[in-house]
């Protein structure tokens, strides 16, 4: 009798998984560039480098990849900010089973921390595909941006509301308190949704090492300010 033969399977395995990776992630700027109703399953499979019938296989059609490449952005963000996501949360939560207060002090240093992280990422070349799918979810919200939002721009906004919070002295929920946050956010996200303009203005040709000091620094300097101004002690 012919035994099985066993190492097949694994190497067909992987190839699929090349395979549906490379569509979630060509995916993310096809659909950042051409929108859901842009962007054909030729075109999505063409610049994934795969066979047409691959979207239906692994997605069950473009809806499908759209929903998967959505929940694959909401992973790759979190893996660049999900530890000290994971580190900041630990710590509030400890203190509030405490019963104990942060401090500003120690607030503005973990929110620089996130900022200067954030704004690393966001200057990078990676992320200008994920700012097209995000923007025009923001302009067209489709349960997708649920997703996102749930998994990603939810917790990360409410995490550094209650940094935010923390160094005004001000309840988490407070209306101030969230429009201080995300107006705080604004201002970091410029560096992506207005790159160009960006670069434009400070007469860079793009963001190395230097650059990125500099913004780092501006980064620090933002959150420095939080709560030194009167707006924030009325």
């Known amino acids: 009798m012919m035994k099985r033969q066993t190492s097949p399977r694994p190497m067909k395995q992987d190839r699929g998984d090349a395979t549906r990776?490379?569509?979630?992630?060509?995916?993310?700027?096809?659909?950042?560039r051409y929108g859901f109703d842009g962007a054909t399953t030729r075109m999505l499979a063409e610049t994934?480098?795969?066979?047409?019938?691959?979207?239906?296989?692994?997605f069950g059609g473009k809806e499908g990849l759209y929903?998967?490449?959505?929940?694959?952005?909401?992973?790759?963000?979190?893996?660049?900010?999900?530890?000290?996501?994971?580190?900041?949360?630990?710590?509030?939560?400890r203190l509030d089973g405490e019963g104990?207060?942060?401090?500003?002090?120690?607030?503005?240093?973990?929110?620089?921390?996130?900022v200067q992280r954030m704004i690393a990422l966001f200057v990078s070349r990676q992320s200008e595909s994920w700012a097209r799918f995000i923007i025009r979810e923001q302009m067209e919200p489709t349960e997708t941006f649920e997703r996102v939002y749930a998994n990603v721009m939810g917790p990360m906004i409410g995490m550094a509301g209650r940094l935010v919070a923390t160094i005004l002295g001000e309840p988490p929920a407070s209306e101030h308190v969230r429009l201080?946050?995300?107006?705080?956010?604004?201002?970091?996200?410029?560096?992506?949704?207005?790159?160009?303009?960006?670069?434009?203005?400070?007469?860079?040709?793009?963001?190395?090492?230097?650059?990125?000091?500099?913004?780092?620094?501006?980064?620090?300097?933002l959150v420095a300010t939080l709560g030194s101004g009167k707006e924030d002690r009325s």
Do not use: C
């Open 100 to 114: 104990e207060r942060m401090s500003p002090g120690e607030a503005r240093d973990l929110l620089t921390q996130v």
């Open 48 to 58: 994934a480098g795969v066979n047409l019938q691959a979207i239906p296989y692994y």
């Open 21 to 32: 990776e490379k569509l979630l992630t060509s995916s993310i700027d096809v659909f950042g």
């Open 180 to 221: 201080r946050t995300l107006s705080f956010v604004g201002s970091i996200l410029v560096f992506r949704m207005a790159h160009a303009a960006v670069l434009r203005q400070m007469s860079w040709q793009a963001v190395g090492p230097d650059e990125l000091d500099i913004l780092r620094r501006h980064a620090a300097e």
């Open 67 to 93: 929903i998967a490449a959505a929940e694959h952005l909401s992973s790759i963000i979190i893996g660049h900010v999900g530890e000290l996501r994971t580190t900041i949360l630990e710590r509030l939560a």
